[in-house]
């Protein structure tokens, strides 16, 4: 439904000045020539009134007026943002507010082609889509209808990746895109290497699905099959460890491929009977079934900071009454969204309404770690982490279940996990997800996601060709306090993005201010693992390392991160794409 009448008196949201920039590019709804006609303040009040007007639908739904104002300053506190789409389309005609798709790709031209199609119209409305090809029959196996042979995977990736390339989502961000192929599948050395050469494949990120037989083949350094999936015959073996070799060497040459656990996602699917897991969404937080969408939203962990000092690893600062009470009203929120959305394709309206899945997570965590004074690579900060996100989860499975008791539990409840081990039931089949908020923490203003600062100062590149420099508020106010700080000091900070090797400044300093380049690698991945121990579908990370690292420090993260119980891993080497997003710098 359409927005509420602007209420009197409603406080005009603070916008820090790349949050101006970014809502006045992307998110005010615009006339015809590109005009924006609405204020900041009319943005949230109607993503707030048209969340909270779907309340009317329930017998027991809370009075809209209210809510709708307590979502209003949830939002504008910047204490919780839902996902870009909410924020764009709420109210608005195309409806679409979901940022996470998976569509399956069927072995046919047919199969393929529908895929083209239903991504472009998701793109169209915002939200970004995730694929498995591990269906399609190899390049170079027989077409019977034609007597010719199949392109294979790789090939028609090509297609889906130049129908992105012309579908600007929404008119605001192209589509981006997640391919997984599975590891035993007949083209996957081709896959391995697909995005070897600079813009090749540019709207995809790929991930190589790893299964425990593979893990344990590589292990046992053995060989293992490749298997056609249209006949099942075995194509070929190959050496388990030359193929993860492989794996290592272009993930250190370019980022991708990455790789995702695909046995541990299944064994964590709730609704089995539904289907089974094949894909995530682009950015790898969201495992789906096919025609499944999500909606997800970020707390910006930085706003539940007590004052004082710490006494014993930060916990003692953490403001959990406040975080539990928002942790329900963020659930309801979302809850909402899934009503209060219209999506492309009748098939995801109807995989939706099954399981009902949202994604609630965090953002500012290293913003909460620099005011804790807890450096990020310390077992301190591991700990705390696991805390605030066992946390989290209790609390967002608690209000699921209140809201099961308001408007019934997810349709496919019954036959689900929850439902056999009698742990429901719950309104939604799962409610937490850790993206990598990668708008929503600068119109927050905050750290992005889980991830450590990529530098105290620096410059971004954002939307093509626009960038803005920002220096972390609690790093300033920190120099501020201690008496450390100058101009002079902040542009050298601004060119090198860390205070590591400043030996004048003090040592507690250097220590708790680390960014993303200061710290052992491996700090990354325990980080991700502690969040993933307590979060439903996935945590987005990316594992940082400098440009030096070697193909050994790569294998080693992708082995830990199995160990350590991780969905999956990507890792970025400084340096080694000419166009990164994020630079230190002045100059970039
Ligand atoms: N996403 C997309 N296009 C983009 C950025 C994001 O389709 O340019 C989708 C994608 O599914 C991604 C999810 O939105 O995994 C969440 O990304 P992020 O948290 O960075 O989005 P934000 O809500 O901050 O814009």
Redesign the pocket.
């Known amino acids: 439904g359409p927005a509420l009448p602007l209420p009197d008196g409603l406080p005009e949201p603070e916008l820090n000045p790349n949050a101006e920039v970014v809502l006045e590019r992307r998110y005010l709804r615009k006339d015809g020539h590109g005009t924006p006609y609405e204020s900041p303040r009319e943005l949230f009040w109607r993503v707030a009134s048209v969340v909270a007007a779907q309340e009317q639908q329930y017998e027991q739904g809370r009075n809209p007026d209210e809510l709708a104002r307590q979502f209003y300053e949830l939002m504008t506190s910047w204490t919780f943002l839902p ?2 789409p909410t924020l764009m389309n709420a109210g608005t005609e195309l409806g679409q507010l979901a ?2 798709f998976v569509l399956p790709v069927e072995d046919s031209m047919e199969g393929i082609f529908d895929a083209v199609k239903n991504a472009a119209m998701i793109h169209k409305s915002g ?2 889509t995730g694929f498995a090809f591990s269906r399609l029959r190899p390049s170079n196996a027989c077409v019977g209808s034609t007597g010719g042979v199949a392109s294979g995977p790789v090939s028609f990736m090509k297609i889906f990746n130049t129908a992105t390339e012309q579908v600007k ?1 929404g008119g605001t ?4 895109n997640m391919a997984i192929l599975r590891v035993d599948h007949p083209d996957v050395l081709q896959f391995i290497s697909a995005k070897e050469r600079e813009n090749e494949l540019n709207n995809f990120n790929l991930s190589v699905g790893l299964t425990e037989r593979f893990m344990r083949a590589v292990e046992q350094d053995e060989e293992y099959a490749l298997i056609a999936p249209h006949n099942g015959k075995t194509v070929q073996t190959l050496k388990a460890r030359e193929v993860f070799n492989l794996l290592v060497r272009k993930a250190w040459e370019s980022g991708d491929p990455g790789i995702v656990f695909l046995d541990r996602i299944n064994r964590d699917n709730p609704t089995p009977e539904l289907g089974e897991i094949e894909s995530t ?3 790898g ?2 495992p789906l079934l096919p025609f499944e969408a999500c909606n ?1 939203g970020s707390l910006n962990l930085g706003r539940f900071v007590l004052p004082g000092e710490t006494a014993n690893g930060g916990a003692d600062l953490v403001d959990w009454e406040r975080l539990r009470e928002t942790v329900h009203l963020c659930v309801r929120f979302l809850d909402n969204v899934i009503d209060a959305s219209r999506y492309p394709l009748q098939r995801i309206t109807e995989m939706v309404a099954k399981t009902r899945k949202i994604g609630l997570g965090v953002m500012g965590w290293a913003d909460m770690l620099y005011q804790l004074r807890l450096p990020y690579d310390s077992r301190r900060a591991v700990e705390l982490a696991e805390k605030v996100m066992e946390f989290i989860r209790a609390e967002a499975r608690s209000a699921s279940k209140q809201l099961a008791t308001e408007r019934g539990p997810f349709p496919a409840y019954d036959n689900s996990l929850f439902g056999k081990q009698n742990l429901g039931p719950y309104r939604n089949a799962t409610t937490t997800t850790v ?7 600068i119109i927050a203003g905050c750290s992005s996601g889980v991830e450590p600062l990529f530098a105290l100062s620096f410059t971004r590149n954002v939307m093509d060709n626009d960038t803005l420099t920002e220096a972390n508020p609690y790093f300033e106010q920190a120099l501020r306090d201690t008496g450390a700080y100058s101009e002079q000091l902040m542009r050298e900070v601004a060119r090198t993005g860390t205070i590591r090797d400043m030996d004048h400044l003090p040592e507690e300093l250097r220590r708790v201010f680390v960014t993303a380049m200061d710290m052992e690698p491996l700090w990354h991945l325990n980080m991700q693992a502690a969040f993933q121990k307590y979060t439903d579908n996935a945590v ?1 990370k990316t594992v940082n390392l400098p440009n030096e690292a070697t193909q050994d420090h790569i294998r080693d993260i992708y082995w830990k991160a199995y160990e350590l119980g991780c969905k999956g891993v990507t890792v970025y080497r400084s340096g080694c794409k000419s166009v990164q997003v994020l630079c230190t710098g002045e100059k970039q």
């Open positions: 996902n870009s940022a996470c939200g970004g989502q961000r192209r589509g981006a969404n682009p950015c937080e969201q997800l993206a990598p908020t990668g708008t929503l923490s987005s």
